[in-house]
Structure formats: C-alpha cells, structure tokens
C-alpha cells in the first residue's frame, strides 16, 4: 500500500459537483504564489475526485463527490490584495465566464463559489480611531460591488458637515 503525501495537516474543503480539477487550476493561476500539490483519480481521470492545492500558503482541498451539497457564501475565500490593480484583475478574472458580482467586494465565480476581494486600505481604513471616518467609509463601502480604494480613501478624508 501506498503512502500518500500530504503537505499540510489543516486544510479547507470545497465540495463540488463536478469540475474541482478545473477550478483548481484556475485558481492557482489567478492567485501568485499558488499550485496543484495533489492529484487523487479515483478512477475519474477526466474529473479528479480530490485536489490538494496551495493559494498563497492558504492550503485548500476540491472533493468532487457529486451533487449531494452545494457551495455557499457562508464559506468564502477571501484575499486580501495590494492595491486597486490586483483588486481589479482578481475581481475581472471571477466575474468573466460567468461568474457574479456582489456587494462590498464579495464575488461568486463561475464555478459557485464565493469569493471576498478586499484591498488591504480597507481593513486600515476600518479600523481609525476616528468613529466618522470607520461610519464614512463603511457606508461608502456599502454602496460597492468591487472596491474602490480612492472613494474609500476619499470618504475617509470628508470633513462631516457643520450645520
């Protein structure tokens, strides 16, 4: 018998009907520093039963067991981008082929499953001492699909009107 590698202890699971091998492939190409650690057939040479994947140092798993569960935002993959330049090409590369936009930087791929691309302004911006500009930027990340890091920086800066 077979000793099977495996290169981390912790990892997370996403269930899908079909296509794991697929998606995985996509994913570590769009995310850098990402690859296809493990390959499991099962018999299923066309569509693999388990991809063991890296994103990012982020250890991920695709079980493609059929249609028994379905993928939901209630687990998502969140990446936390550099600037508006990845924020953008991460946010285009989901929503291409079919995938769907959603509010305040959440996205679902074409494959169904949620994804969260938030620029690391955000969370900085978020976490101010200053209570009007945490109110001013989260209500203007209310009002986003992809997030916008100069109107973000720019409801951060607005001076709150005298009256």
Request: aromatic letters at 6%.
């Amino acid at each position: 018998k077979r000793q099977m590698e495996h290169a981390s202890k912790v990892r997370t699971c996403l269930w899908f009907e079909k296509g794991g091998h697929e998606a995985a492939q996509d994913y570590v190409k769009l995310v850098p520093d990402s690859r296809i650690e493990a390959v499991r057939e099962n018999g299923q040479p066309d569509d693999p039963m388990i991809v063991e994947f890296n994103l990012a140092g982020a250890p991920m798993m695709i079980l493609t067991g059929g249609p028994h569960y379905k993928l939901t935002p209630a687990a998502s993959i969140s990446v936390l981008t550099e600037d508006q330049d990845e924020t953008d090409r991460l946010w285009d590369a989901l929503t291409a082929k079919g995938g769907e936009p959603g509010r305040c930087g959440w996205v679902v791929d074409r494959f169904g499953v949620s994804w969260q691309i938030v620029p690391k302004r955000m969370p900085d911006l978020l976490a101010s001492d200053d209570p009007g500009v945490v109110g001013r930027v989260s209500e203007a990340m209310m009002q986003m699909g992809k997030i916008d890091i100069a109107a973000l920086e720019a409801a951060a800066e607005k001076e709150p009107a005298h009256g």
